[in-house]
């Protein structure tokens, strides 16, 4: 059902959609918010928002209810659903240029070390030690490598990211991009795309060895998404396989009953050492738990 009102004296129209169903159902209301928003020359939302008419306030809204917040004054740059996810790019006020993946804000230009990249990295790498090898899942969005590699003594980062057109995205709209090529040039930095959980699994049965291992998905809610195969206990045996003894791994684990799962699976294949984070970030209205854990 499909409800419109228009406030003339505020100059306002506001349209309310109700549809049941699961799915499908779902991406056929984004696939109507996306139309019927280009034909009016809004911005696309998720939840529910009023739009002033032919004004310049735009809203996003990230979908999860420990992270949801209406942000202003968004505009949009780039849309494209890639095989994997929603992928958009959006120029702010208050954050710069930001890269969205299925609603939820990845990286900005203005936040290069944020407390996210800063934290993430710090449950793996330390200050004044070498690492000969450090294997990064995702982080198609570059933010990691970029700070690692200018900031640590690591001679070798490979990246294993799923999503091409994550890597494209940010080669294309993000100007820092021209110091992770100079990077790959310099051999520090291989790019893979694939997907992670498949190259562990493979490299493991060749008995490849990292200094550390940094997980980089995208949020998972109930072990939902593209970044769903990077929670199970398959993919944490192999990364406990590929570890060198002393060396951690890190991952964002998005909310507490997804912490609570990763804790019960990394225990469960031989990871006996953990330690936690609560990063603080603009992109979110709360505490985003990270999780790391040691090969003895």
Request: aromatic share 12%.
């Amino acid at each position: 059902m499909l409800t419109t009102t228009t406030h003339l004296k505020q100059n306002m129209l506001s349209l309310e959609l109700k549809l049941n169903g699961g799915e499908e159902v779902s991406r056929q209301v984004i696939k109507f918010e996306e139309v019927l928003c280009d034909a009016f020359g809004w911005q696309n939302i998720t939840g529910s928002a009023m739009y002033p008419r032919g004004g310049s306030q735009y809203h996003l809204l990230n979908k999860y209810y420990h992270s949801e917040t209406m942000y202003k004054n968004f505009k949009l740059i780039h849309r494209e659903q890639t095989k994997f996810q929603d992928l958009r790019i959006y120029d702010t006020k208050e954050m710069g240029r930001c890269l969205c993946l299925d609603y939820m804000i990845q990286n900005s230009d203005c936040l290069t070390e944020d407390s996210y990249t800063t934290d993430l990295t710090s449950l793996v790498i330390e200050k004044g030690k070498e690492y000969e090898h450090i294997l990064l899942v995702g982080a198609g969005d570059m933010i990691i490598p970029d700070y690692i590699l200018r900031n640590f003594n690591v001679k070798k980062i490979t990246l294993v990211e799923i999503d091409d057109r994550v890597i494209e995205n940010t080669k294309k709209y993000f100007k820092f991009f021209e110091g992770i090529t100079e990077f790959v040039n310099q051999g520090r930095l291989d790019i893979i795309v694939d997907d992670g959980a498949k190259y562990l699994r493979e490299v493991q049965s060749k008995g490849q060895i990292f200094d550390g291992i940094i997980i980089d998905n995208s949020d998972v809610y109930l072990f939902e998404g593209p970044a769903a195969n990077l929670f199970t206990k398959e993919f944490y045996t192999n990364v406990h396989s590929t570890l060198k003894s002393g060396a951690f791994f890190s991952q964002q684990v998005s909310e507490e009953q997804v912490k609570a799962k990763w804790t019960g699976m990394v225990q469960t294949v031989g990871f006996n050492v953990l330690k936690f984070k609560y990063s603080i970030t603009p992109e979110y209205s709360t505490a985003l738990p990270l999780g790391s854990a040691m090969r003895d």
